[in-house]
Nanobody
């Protein structure tokens, strides 16, 4: 099992910045993707940004050029620097991590997905 704990949310004015942090603990030895999703009231959870263990990053079109994801594997952490925030960025932000499928002897296990509890980001004047 992997535990994910987020921090860094809050209330910010439009055009402002926030930095979210997520620290992983537990059975973290082969985490592959770490990233961030968000969910606004009445909407489905959507991808914000992800970073693979090898360094490849992926962003939602709506945040490209404004948000930057980074990882510190030594600290088992992932960060999301959010600049030029807009009211439509208001949502609960959830840290995500996964571990790839693997086989041990004759026993095989599927991909495991983990989620944090979420941290609220509100962008309002």
């Amino acid at each position: 099992q992997v535990q994910l704990v987020e921090s860094g949310g809050g209330l910010v004015q439009p055009g402002g910045s926030l930095r979210l942090s997520c620290a992983a603990s537990g059975n973290i030895f082969d985490i592959n993707v770490m990233g961030w999703y968000r969910q606004a009231p009445g909407k489905q959870r959507e991808l914000v940004a992800t970073a693979r263990n090898g360094g490849t990053t992926n962003y939602a079109d709506s945040v490209k050029g404004r948000f930057t994801i980074s990882r510190d594997n030594a600290k088992n952490s992932v960060y999301l620097q959010m600049n030029s925030l807009k009211p439509e960025d208001t949502a609960g932000y959830y840290c995500y991590a996964d571990q790839p499928p693997y086989c041990s002897g004759y026993q095989c296990y599927p991909q495991r997905d983990y989620w944090g509890q979420g941290t609220q980001v509100a962008v309002s004047s």
